[in-house]
């Protein structure tokens, strides 16, 4: 675990404190890379917002531990985000690099790399479980937290029994749309 986990903690925690030490230490490099490469200080808040929104989201469960610099997972994630942004413009090619001021370490950066990787194939399944029907996207959601299935299954109307076949229905579904989705169809 690195020492940069306590920011993983802030968000994870809705800590304002900490929160605001993250928004202190790092949202003007985040301005800096955006608005030399075609964006501007709204373009570069909305950026740093979802980054920090899609960390807290990948981190909420508690499970998550960071291996590398905060500011190196943070600047990897905003600037995928961006180049993703510059992307569908196609008519705004990047002017400057994207790594230009900010100098990491090797090994730090392919860690913060295998976390930005996490972070989008979790929001890619997100993604394609929200294209599913309303019956299996609230099953799986709801399956999703703490609480034990037969709890699940009364909380959604359902016996038990039918709450786990239906579920084993809907995760393989999902699991054959993720498959066939951009992201996971490369890795293949």
Known sequence: MHPD???????RNNDSQGIAEIY???ANKIVRMISHNNGNDADA???????????YRLSADGKFVLT???EAFLVTVCKRKWLNVL??????PVTKSLDEGFTFERNDETEANVHAD???RENAVMQVLETMGSTCRDIIK???????????????????????????ECM?????????HPLFNREQ
Not at 5 to 11: D, E, K, S
Not at 146 to 152: A, D, G, M, T
Not at 172 to 180: P, Y
């Open 5 to 11: 986990q306590r920011f993983i903690n802030y968000l």
């Open 24 to 26: 202190r230490l790092y």
């Open 45 to 55: 808040a909305d950026i740093l917002q979802e980054a920090l929104i899609d960390i």
């Open 68 to 70: 590398c610099p905060f």
């Open 87 to 92: 992307k569908k413009k196609t008519r705004n």
């Open 118 to 120: 996490q972070l989008e």
């Open 142 to 168: 709801a399956c999703m937290g703490k609480e034990h299935q037969e709890k699940v299954a009364e909380q959604l109307g359902l016996t038990y029994g039918y709450l786990r076949k239906k579920k084993s």
């Open 172 to 180: 393989a579904q999902l699991g054959k749309l993720v498959n066939a």
